[in-house]
């Protein structure tokens, strides 16, 4: 997950919680807050746990991709 998002940033689902802390006016009142940040909680726990070594076992002998 830190090399991807090294190379094309944020997981934030919202342009709000793409800066820590969240400095958005209306956070305080925002009804769905929650559920996004659970979100991005979620896509990053799935991205943090995939390696390097999981992508390279996974296309072995599918394809020669280069980045």
């Not at 940040?37 to 076992?57: R, S, V």
């Given at each position: 997950?830190?090399?991807?998002?090294?190379?094309?940033?944020?997981?934030?689902?919202?342009?709000?919680?793409?800066?820590?802390?969240n400095?958005?006016?209306?956070?305080?009142?925002?009804?769905?807050?929650?559920?996004?940040?659970?979100?991005?909680?979620?896509?990053?726990?799935?991205?943090?746990?995939?390696?390097?070594?999981?992508?390279?076992?996974?296309?072995?002998?599918?394809?020669?991709?280069?980045?």
């Amino acid at each position: 997950g830190s090399i991807l998002k090294l190379v094309e940033g944020s997981f934030a689902p919202v342009a709000c919680l793409e800066k820590k802390p969240n400095r958005c006016e209306r956070v305080a009142e925002c009804p769905t807050i929650k559920m996004w940040e659970g979100l991005e909680k979620m896509i990053d726990d799935y991205f943090e746990g995939i390696t390097l070594a999981d992508l390279m076992k996974e296309g072995k002998d599918t394809y020669n991709y280069v980045i």
